[in-house]
């Protein structure tokens, strides 16, 4: 069929299959571009988001345990394995993305950490310090903890709705490029046919 064409309409065809080709080309890169970014966004709410909040559930349990041991003056043999198991997930949290201001509270988290477990160390050293102030200062720093547990919970939602945003936007591009891909290989199978069925029809020389 294309070799009865005439040259102007071989041209014409050659042009919109090109055309035709690109757009292709074109949408296949954008759909994996945007399919990229929702595989990322993905990975990033699970590895950074979903796990962080387990891990600050989990140091939510044992900074209570601690508290509780203090206003009762309850046994203290168990603080080192408490504290060997909330420096293992402050760890596994620190290995995570963290934004600028996640990284500040988790640092302040682990500063106040520190501080505790100076004041722990003193009462293994004598159940005397309980009365001497000790439980007052390590009350009032397990309360600090919690309010910088309570800012790094936040965050873990405020960036999982923004993940959750961009993975929505993701999705609407593709939808948006997939019918504006099949609107232009609609208009170019109809040109095609056009110019098939209805070929251009070339000026005759005027014989004098």
Do not use: W
């Not at 071989?10 to 690109?22: D, E, N, P, Q």
């Not at 890169?29 to 945007?34: N, T």
């Amino acid at each position: 069929m294309f070799t009865k064409l005439k040259t102007p309409q071989r041209l014409h065809t050659g042009f919109i299959l090109v055309i035709a080709f690109l757009l292709v080309l074109g949408s296949n890169r954008l759909y994996h571009r945007h399919f990229s970014t929702l595989q990322n966004t993905v990975n990033s709410v699970y590895e950074d988001r979903v796990k962080v909040q387990g891990y600050i559930y989990q140091l939510n349990n044992i900074f209570h345990s601690k508290r509780l041991r203090f206003i009762t003056e309850d046994n203290f043999t168990p603080v080192a394995t408490e504290n060997e198991k909330a420096e293992k997930l402050l760890s596994q949290f620190a290995l995570t993305e963290l934004t600028a201001k996640e990284y500040s509270a988790l640092n302040q988290l682990s500063t106040q950490f520190q501080k505790l477990k100076i004041f722990e160390n003193k009462v293994l050293e004598s159940q005397d310090n309980l009365i001497n102030g000790v439980t007052i200062l390590s009350l009032q720093t397990l309360k600090e903890i919690d309010n910088k547990l309570d800012v790094l919970a936040t965050i873990q939602l405020e960036e999982s709705k923004q993940m959750t945003q961009l993975s929505n936007k993701a999705l609407e591009s593709n939808l948006l490029m997939s019918k504006l891909s099949l609107g232009f290989l609609i208009l170019i199978g109809l040109a095609l046919l056009a110019l098939i069925f209805y070929p251009l029809k070339t000026k005759q020389p005027v014989l004098d």
